[in-house]
């Protein structure tokens, strides 16, 4: 089954990936271009599976990471694997890569025209539609088509606001969008027992227990919400934090703010982080860990 979705995963990032360019000199869009951004205040799931087979489909969830390289750094979970995207719109048009890699790839290019071609790495790829209706389990949505190109037979279509909503290739593979769901942020730590969850009238709910880790989705000077109206008042025994890092297959090391190495952290072993900042995840006292291939993030 790993296997299979290795295979099917590297088929999708290839695919969106495409032959790379650079395309990163110019970071300024048309007033009247839409955004092909993914909304980062949202938790993206997708699924993939090969039509007319009795196989079953197969689901990965994109979440927002932080602001990289004039971009946005997203992190593609399915399973017990991950992959990191960089995505970037400029005035050229839709921008998809490896974050850790100085090339990208155009996936729509500007302005936006019906028949607009433009070639990447000996690859012709071609604007069909720009009012184009799609229905996926996720919604319907009027997006652009795109045609991948000649040695790719697959077509894309990205809808204003949303980013890639359905990729289909004449082989039957698919990939979809299925659900946006609004995404927590970061979560709040109880540093000890006592700490008073707030119904949204105002009454406590319960009392929490040193440990405990609630996901915020907003915050007042005074209080988290941790989702439906409940919160958690500030205080100095809660504690914010971004979320966690693991290394994966390899240790995680940690950098002093000086740029030396201060800890070798063993893989798989978490690490609160409080931040994210020029590909750089904050783990406190202005220590950091860079974001790697084998750095998993999750809030």
Do not use: C
């Amino acid at each position: 089954m790993k296997n299979k979705q290795i295979v099917i995963i590297a088929l999708f990032f290839t695919l969106v990936f495409g032959s790379f360019s650079s395309f990163l000199s110019n970071d300024k869009v048309a007033a009247a271009t839409p955004s092909f951004l993914m909304d980062t205040k949202k938790i993206y799931t997708y699924a993939y599976y090969y039509k007319n087979t009795s196989k079953s489909k197969e689901y990965m969830t994109a979440s927002f990471t932080g602001k990289m390289k004039k971009g946005d750094l997203w992190n593609y979970q399915w399973g017990d694997f991950f992959n990191n995207e960089l995505t970037i719109q400029n005035s050229e048009g839709l921008i998809k890569g490896d974050p850790f890699e100085d090339s990208m790839s155009l996936q729509i290019a500007f302005p936006l025209t019906v028949g607009m071609e433009w070639e990447s790495d000996g690859h012709i790829f071609k604007t069909i539609s720009l009012n184009q209706t799609v229905k996926t389990p996720a919604g319907t949505f009027r997006s652009v088509m795109i045609d991948n190109g000649r040695d790719d037979t697959g077509t894309s279509y990205y809808a204003p606001g949303v980013g890639l909503v359905k990729y289909e290739d004449e082989n039957g593979y698919v990939t979809e969008l299925v659900s946006i769901k609004n995404s927590h942020y970061g979560r709040v730590l109880i540093k000890q027992n006592g700490v008073k969850l707030y119904n949204p009238k105002g009454g406590v709910h319960r009392t929490l227990k040193k440990g405990e880790g609630l996901k915020v989705f907003k915050e007042s000077s005074s209080s988290f919400d941790v989702g439906g109206g409940y919160y958690v008042k500030k205080a100095k025994n809660t504690l914010f934090y971004t979320g966690f890092i693991f290394g994966t297959e390899e240790p995680l090391y940690i950098y002093a703010p000086d740029g030396q190495v201060y800890r070798k952290v063993p893989a798989y072993e978490a690490i609160r982080a409080y931040g994210f900042e020029n590909g750089k995840f904050l783990v406190g006292g202005g220590y950091y860990v860079f974001a790697d291939y084998h750095v998993l993030y999750e809030r």
